[in-house]
Nanobody, 121 residues
Framework: QVRLVESGGGSVQAGGSLRLSCAAS?????ITWFRQAPGKERERVAS????????YVADSVLGRFTISRDNAGNTVYLQMNSLTPEDAGMYYC?????????????????WGQGTQVTVSS
């Protein structure tokens, strides 16, 4: 089964940038980044389909966040610019064996451990 490992979280000031990485142990059809702030539901941030490199980015981060992958297709990145305190939370990457990447967290059966993003005003 595919394993996912996130890295790159940290603390930044508002307006700053971070790049998150999601390393997959083997090929997976698509990968999605979710985030969850305390007391809030898990929210889809962005998805990428590995072979086609088609991407989806949520309206809430469009123009500030970019999702991409490395040439081998085993690592997916989430470049986050112009961060605001509203972007803070735990960020997870997720996938499933069915190759379905939607906004519904329950569709995903494989999750990383998460990486924390803190943004101070």
């Amino acid at each position: 089964q595919v394993r996912l490992v996130e890295s790159g979280g940290g603390s930044v000031q508002a307006g700053g940038s971070l790049r998150l990485s999601c390393a997959a142990s083997e090929y997976t059809y698509c990968i999605t980044w979710f985030r969850q702030a305390p007391g809030k539901e898990r929210e889809r941030v962005a998805s990428i389909w590995i072979i086609s490199t088609v991407t989806y980015v949520a309206d809430s981060v469009l123009g500030r966040f970019t999702i991409s992958r490395d040439n081998a297709g085993n690592t997916v990145y989430l470049q986050m610019n112009s961060l605001t305190p509203e972007d803070a939370g735990m960020y997870y990457c997720a996938t499933n064996q069915e190759g379905v990447c939607t906004a519904i967290p329950s569709v995903y059966t494989i999750w990383g451990q998460g990486t924390q993003v803190t943004v101070s005003s």
